[in-house]
């Protein structure tokens, strides 16, 4: 089973710090970001990694290399200069990513969701073409993305109970994005609004740490935490 980690966006709410240095390469308790998955990815057991890139992507594959300093071989998928979105990016790396259900990750996240969880669910999964990690709303995103029916994603609003956020973590099936047409841009969120309308996406809730690091506010505030639980 491999996972992708997705890396190409341009962190337009974290400039200046983008402006010189991709997100996932900005530090948070002493190690880039992207590095915290990928030394999580390896500690569960994880070998095959594709990463895709675009904005100062070449900084990402000189500081990652082949992924053999994490015991990781990294396959890079790189894109053109403003990137595909979350959907067309994916779309884009499916030659990597092969026939079997994937991880998927998001490059600006920091959280402790177990990564070793992914290869039972890619066993669980059933007819669902996707399985989202969801988390509590942050205070920047109160309203949540979708709510959870058991282990079924439905749409927020209309009496479905309370909306949770969408973690940037989800294990797919390949063929969940056979509609993005190869080298477009598309966005997640049309395919996952049609996919919850099949019925066809699971999900659960993550109760443990989990920071979207979107300004760089928060990315102190991380910086801070991680450096505090370093000293505990």
């Given at each position: 089973?491999?996972?992708?980690?997705?890396?190409?966006?341009?962190?337009?709410?974290?400039?200046?710090?983008?402006?010189?240095?991709?997100?996932?390469?900005?530090?948070?308790?002493?190690?880039?970001?992207?590095?915290?998955?990928?030394?999580?990815?390896?500690?569960?057991?994880?070998?095959?990694?594709?990463?895709?890139?675009?904005?100062?992507?070449?900084?990402?594959?000189?500081?990652?290399?082949?992924?053999?300093?994490?015991?990781?071989?990294?396959a890079?998928?790189?894109?053109?200069?403003?990137?595909?979105?979350?959907?067309?990016?994916?779309?884009?790396?499916?030659?990597?990513?092969?026939?079997?259900?994937?991880?998927?990750?998001?490059?600006?996240?920091?959280?402790?969701?177990?990564?070793?969880?992914?290869?039972?669910?890619?066993?669980?999964?059933?007819?669902q073409?996707?399985?989202?990690?969801?988390?509590d709303?942050?205070?920047?995103?109160?309203?949540?993305?979708?709510?959870?029916?058991?282990?079924?994603?439905?749409?927020?609003?209309?009496?479905?109970?309370?909306?949770?956020?969408?973690?940037?973590?989800?294990?797919?099936?390949?063929?969940?994005?056979?509609?993005?047409?190869?080298?477009?841009?598309?966005?997640?969120?049309?395919?996952?609004?049609?996919?919850?309308?099949?019925r066809?996406?699971?999900?659960?809730?993550?109760?443990?740490?989990?920071?979207d690091?979107?300004?760089p506010?928060?990315?102190?505030?991380?910086?801070?935490?991680?450096?505090?639980?370093?000293k505990?």
């Amino acid at each position: 089973m491999k996972a992708m980690i997705l890396a190409a966006g341009r962190g337009e709410r974290l400039r200046p710090l983008t402006d010189t240095t991709p997100k996932p390469l900005l530090l948070a308790g002493g190690k880039p970001l992207i590095v915290w998955h990928l030394e999580r990815l390896a500690a569960a057991g994880w070998c095959e990694v594709v990463i895709n890139h675009a904005h100062l992507g070449e900084q990402i594959v000189a500081t990652l290399g082949d992924g053999r300093a994490f015991g990781l071989n990294i396959a890079y998928s790189p894109e053109p200069a403003g990137a595909l979105e979350t959907a067309g990016g994916i779309a884009a790396a499916l030659p990597l990513l092969g026939a079997h259900p994937f991880l998927a990750v998001n490059g600006d996240i920091w959280c402790d969701w177990d990564f070793s969880r992914a290869c039972h669910l890619a066993h669980t999964l059933g007819k669902q073409d996707a399985h989202l990690i969801m988390v509590d709303n942050p205070r920047h995103h109160p309203d949540g993305d979708f709510c959870l029916d058991g282990d079924a994603i439905i749409e927020a609003g209309d009496g479905n109970g309370s909306a949770l956020t969408y973690a940037g973590i989800a294990l797919f099936r390949p063929d969940f994005f056979s509609t993005v047409p190869v080298g477009a841009t598309m966005k997640l969120r049309p395919l996952l609004d049609d996919g919850i309308a099949r019925r066809k996406i699971s999900g659960e809730r993550h109760a443990g740490q989990w920071v979207d690091v979107g300004t760089p506010a928060r990315l102190v505030e991380l910086d801070m935490e991680l450096a505090h639980q370093g000293k505990l």
